[in-house]
């Protein structure tokens, strides 16, 4: 368990659901956008929806904002539903992908313009204004128009925009899809500084599992409408509990076979086509006969020129691609039946001829506990 | 030295230039300085009805330039209360253009985008008539046995059929009838070039719609409201054709003042007085209309 996850799991135990989405659902004509979707956020989380475009996280999002009106279903925000309340009306800001900042106002302007709908003082909303800009390191920008910034900096106006009116919740529609691979990385980090020491309760939406492992303390994997898998993104990478959800974040090895034994605290799974069984590991409920899947993440395999003991948790392989990336290596090993196997191994020694090379016969082995049956 | 020779040789950029910058020259530059010229003559009963402005005697060029035209527009209340009863039909009327104007081309920019063509080729489809036939199909709508007064009578509205013909009312009908296409169509181009997200982020920070029209989509229209207002007040301020059919006698615009003094007086140096007067007059807001369109293509 990470840091962050520790934290949220402490601001979690002692508070009811903040946000609470139960059974909503969206259509457009025939086609079902979001599917009878329930969902708890609590105070002060950062939850991140994440799944591929036409998912419908965006359109959860707007259903949040009030942007679109669900078909069925409700929302709560803080114990009051949400349902007929106006986007304009809720207690709710929403960060555009584009970051839709008014082309014709100055930063100072558009951070102050939620202010001024809420009939705000004139000599408070320049404070406020200020203050915000400050935290999010705007302050000497704010008589500068959008198409003056650079994107970073329409990136943090936008934020300072929805920040400044203390929302109870935050939405971040793909907050860095409209920056830089490199800019991103360093705006994750300090978009979520910046959410921790505001204590703000936000729900963004990502396609990319490396920014929603980053940024959120929870993580719900999204496909066709429906939400496959809920958690921590270290319970979702480790225990994924569908192929989606595990084909989705990181990559991985999935081995098809059947279960031929079931023990207490394991079970052997036999794989039709590779010469050895599986054992794995894991206190599920299975029954002999029954068709699996066994996914074993690349760096949880090891690869070694040595043949390991026994006749579980290991295939023969031929190295067919090695991909260097410095700390590590990605061996793509195929196996006698066809199959292909990722392997990622750190590289501990500077020796390169120990290491195995093209067209090496291998072994690729692997501890029970590191493999996990998906059954669906 | 060939390179030399290359470098006199007109570019392709500069041939592409040449062409627009050729046609302004031969047909507005040239005729603009003719009437430049005859605006300092003096009338005489001769063909051209206009004295040279210089004369070549005994090795002295002489240069005469009368401005006796330009002080006679002035001295002559006629002409002073013409150009302001243009301005006035010219501002009234585009004002009314752009209060009918504004909520069409809204309308059409946020109408579904496969009828949005059929709607835009609606308000350009009359102009493939000749403007002077659909002006003359005006008189017979607004004359006292025309349709109009037919249909108030029959609706019972009214018992007598209105004098609209021939007054000021049917010039400034005339005048917002044949130029609102004008007004709708940069009006149109601005409009559907907004990003609803901006409104979307207006309501989501606590703003209700109608507000959000006012302090995101009306500013962000200002160039295409300044762009047709130019397009229809430059043309309608001198506008000939509609005060002559529709306005009555009392009727004073610098176009038809411009049309007597040419062809019914036959004064060409007034009647190009009045001309160069009027340019100028249009400088200011042509000047505005630049600025404005400049600013947009940023």
């Known amino acids: 368990m990470t840091r962050k996850e520790e934290k949220s799991e402490k601001k979690a135990a002692n508070r009811k659901p903040y946000v609470e989405i139960r059974k909503l659902t969206k259509k457009f004509d025939t086609i079902v956008a979001v599917d009878e979707v329930n969902l708890t956020v609590h105070k002060g989380e950062i939850f991140a929806l994440l799944g591929s475009s036409g998912c419908g996280k965006s359109t959860l999002l707007r259903m949040l904002a009030g942007l679109e009106t669900p078909t069925s279903g409700h929302i709560f925000i803080d114990d009051k539903e949400m349902s007929g309340i106006p986007p304009f009306k809720r207690p709710v800001n929403m960060m555009f992908q584009s970051y839709a900042l008014f082309p014709h106002m100055t930063v100072e302007q558009n951070v102050a313009f939620g202010l001024k709908q809420d009939k705000v003082p004139k000599d408070q909303i320049r404070d406020r204004v200020m203050e915000v800009l400050k935290l999010v390191e705007m302050g000497t920008y704010a008589r500068r128009k959008s198409h003056q910034l650079s994107g970073g900096q329409m990136q943090r106006v936008a934020l300072a925009r929805i920040l400044v009116k203390s929302p109870k919740l935050l939405l971040l529609d793909e907050p860095m899809a409209a920056l830089d691979k490199k800019l991103r990385t360093q705006m994750q980090i300090e978009l979520v500084d910046i959410l921790e020491k505001v204590e703000a309760t936000c729900i963004m939406v990502t396609h990319d599992q490396e920014e929603a492992m980053t940024m959120a303390s929870r993580i719900a994997v999204m496909d066709d409408g429906h939400i496959m898998q809920i958690g921590p993104p270290s319970e979702v990478y480790e225990y994924p509990n569908c192929r989606f959800s595990a084909e989705f974040i990181g990559s991985v090895n999935l081995i098809d076979g059947n279960v031929k034994e079931v023990n207490k605290d394991h079970i052997i799974v036999e794989t039709d086509v590779h010469e050895n069984n599986v054992q794995v590991a894991h206190g599920l409920d299975c029954s002999i006969g029954m068709n699996v899947s066994v996914a074993i993440r690349p760096e949880k395999i090891l690869v070694s020129k040595v043949k390991p003991e026994g006749n579980l948790n290991w295939f023969k392989g031929e190295v067919e691609d090695i991909v260097y990336l410095g700390g590590s290596s990605t061996y793509y090993v195929r196996l006698p039946s066809g199959k292909k196997i990722i392997a990622m191994q750190a590289n501990l020694k500077r020796t390169i001829h120990e290491r195995p090379t093209w067209e090496e016969q291998i072994y690729l082995s692997w501890l029970p506990h590191s493999g996990v049956i998906l059954t669906s | ?298």
């Open chain 2, 1 to 298: 030295m060939i390179k030399r020779l290359k470098s006199l040789q007109p570019s392709g950029r500069a041939i592409v230039i040449a062409i627009p910058f050729t046609w302004m020259i031969l047909f507005f530059l040239i005729p603009f300085a003719l009437v430049f010229k005859i605006s300092f003559a003096e009338l005489q009963l001769a063909i051209p009805p206009f004295t040279d402005l210089t004369r070549y005697v005994d090795e002295a060029l002489f240069i005469k330039l009368n401005l006796g035209n330009y002080l006679f527009l002035l001295q002559d209340p006629l002409y002073t209360s013409a150009y302001l009863s243009s301005v006035k039909f010219a501002l009234v009327s585009t004002f009314l253009c752009l209060l009918i104007g504004y909520p069409m081309a809204y309308a059409i920019a946020k109408s579904n985008p496969n009828i949005r063509n059929i709607l835009l080729m609606l308000i350009v489809l009359p102009s493939w008539t000749e403007f002077l036939i659909r002006i003359y199909a005006w008189i017979g709508i607004l004359k006292n046995n025309g349709l109009l007064n037919n249909f108030l009578i029959w609706l019972g509205l009214i018992k007598e059929p209105l004098m609209i013909l021939n007054t000021n009312t049917a010039v400034y009908i005339g005048i917002v009838y044949g130029y609102l296409p004008f007004m709708i169509l940069p009006l149109y181009t601005n409009l559907v070039k907004h990003d609803d997200t901006l409104l979307e982020a207006a309501y989501d920070l606590g703003c209700p719609p109608w507000k959000s029209f006012l302090t995101i989509t009306l500013p962000l229209s200002f160039a295409g409201v300044i762009a047709g207002c130019m397009l229809v007040f430059i043309p309608a301020v001198g506008e000939f054709v509609i005060p002559d059919l529709l306005g009555g006698s009392d009727t004073l615009m610098i176009g038809k003042v411009l049309w007597q003094e040419f062809f019914n007086n036959r004064d060409w140096p007034v009647a190009s007085a009045v001309a160069i007067i009027m340019l100028l007059i249009l400088a200011l807001p042509l000047a505005v209309f630049h600025h404005y369109q400049a600013e947009e293509t940023l």
